[in-house]
């Protein structure tokens, strides 16, 4: 899911954007278009995600027309990248020059963004910094997605959905995996009442987060999306190359998830419903996510409410402290319990 740079052409746009931040202002040379309607400046915080350049190409294409009801991404802070997380350290020049690109206006820091538009994407790759560049947002009053992970911690997730609720702003975040083909239609009712689940999909693990936050969630976010949020526990199996959850239900409803670090990188599975089995289709990208979050910012009506979201991110760390306690059965509860306090 992330791309991958040509080797030339990240050297070539890597010069011309530090050679950009040698002089001051410089990365604020492409101005906020000001015939974009009012409520309708989208604006990015993070640009070390294949993410951020895949939403700004749509949004901002010559061609979108009214595809996406005429947002437009108009302000983008990039942030310093992650010292030590490579993956963000190798983009952020990169894609910065990317966006620049698409005619977005650089600045230099959140608050400046604030300013300048109506809604954000949170972008930062690095989940731990998710709660902090959050909060401004927040208080700003401006709705907001945040792309996954929502927190690098159960304790971080609580937190943003708190201070959201406080000053009733509707955020929202989610995998674009919860999209794929056929999951929208079982989870209104195509294979009648979901009796378990089992899906799949890469695994890749990033010394920093904890193992599932980092690419694991693509699974088990598309697991919880025909499941419910109702998860009552988790168990795991850990090895080198694969970690296998097996969730319990409030209502004695099993669903699984597989996560894999060695071949295929494709995401699916299977959902056992009382009127038949049902294969989810193919994944077709950000585009179906992307749609969801439009709808978002025009309604504010939350897609994935919070609950589902703090489930999620509940089930993995439950998971990883069943990795660390040799694969016994941990409660979610006595997760979200701790985190509370």
């Known amino acids: 899911m992330k791309d991958k740079l040509n080797r030339r052409k990240f050297i070539r746009t890597s010069a011309i954007a530090v050679t950009g931040l040698a002089f001051a202002g410089s990365l604020a040379s492409a101005k906020t278009d000001s015939n974009i309607s009012e409520g ?12 951020c350049i895949a939403f700004t190409k749509a949004l901002n294409a010559p061609d979108a027309g ?43 820091s959140i608050e400046e963004l604030l300013k ?14 998710h709660r902090e560049q ?24 609580v937190t943003i959905f708190d201070e959201a609720k406080r000053y009733n702003v509707p955020v929202f975040s ?33 010394k920093t987060h904890p193992d599932l936050f980092w690419y694991g969630i693509h699974g088990i976010e598309l697991l919880f999306a025909v499941m419910g949020a109702d998860c009552k526990s988790v168990v795991r199996i850990h090895t080198d190359d ?14 699984s998830y597989r996560g894999t670090r060695f071949g295929n990188k494709n995401f699916g599975g299977i959902v ?17 996510l992307l749609k969801e979050i439009i709808e ?44 509370k306090k």
């Open 40 to 51: 309708k400046r989208v604006g990015i915080i993070g640009l070390d995600t294949s993410h």
């Open 66 to 108: 009214n595809e996406w009801s005429g947002y437009k991404v108009v302000a983008a802070y990039p942030t310093a990248g992650s010292s030590d997380i490579q993956a963000s350290i190798d983009r952020v020049a990169g894609f910065t020059e990317q966006v620049k690109q698409q005619g977005v206006e650089i600045v230099n």
């Open 116 to 129: 300048k538009v109506d809604v954000v994407f949170l972008e930062t790759v690095d989940g731990r910094k």
């Open 134 to 157: 959050a909060l401004p947002v927040i208080k700003a009053g401006k709705s907001m997605f945040i792309d996954k992970p929502v927190a690098a911690s159960l304790t971080d997730a």
């Open 174 to 206: 989610s995998s674009s995996v919860r999209y794929i083909t056929g999951a929208k239609e079982i989870a209104e009712g195509k294979a009648g009442k979901v009796f378990g689940a089992d899906t799949y999909g890469p695994a890749s693990i990033e």
């Open 242 to 255: 694969t970690d296998m959850l097996v969730g319990t239900w409030q209502d004695g409803r099993i669903g």
């Open 272 to 288: 056992f419903g009382e009127k038949g089995n049902e294969v989810f289709g193919e994944y077709k990208g950000y585009n179906p």
């Open 296 to 339: 978002f910012f025009k309604t504010g009506i939350v897609p994935v409410q919070p609950e589902e979201t703090l489930a999620i991110v509940a089930f993995m760390e439950a998971a990883e402290e069943s990795k660390q306690r040799g694969g016994i059965a941990v409660d979610l509860k006595t997760m979200m319990e701790r985190a």
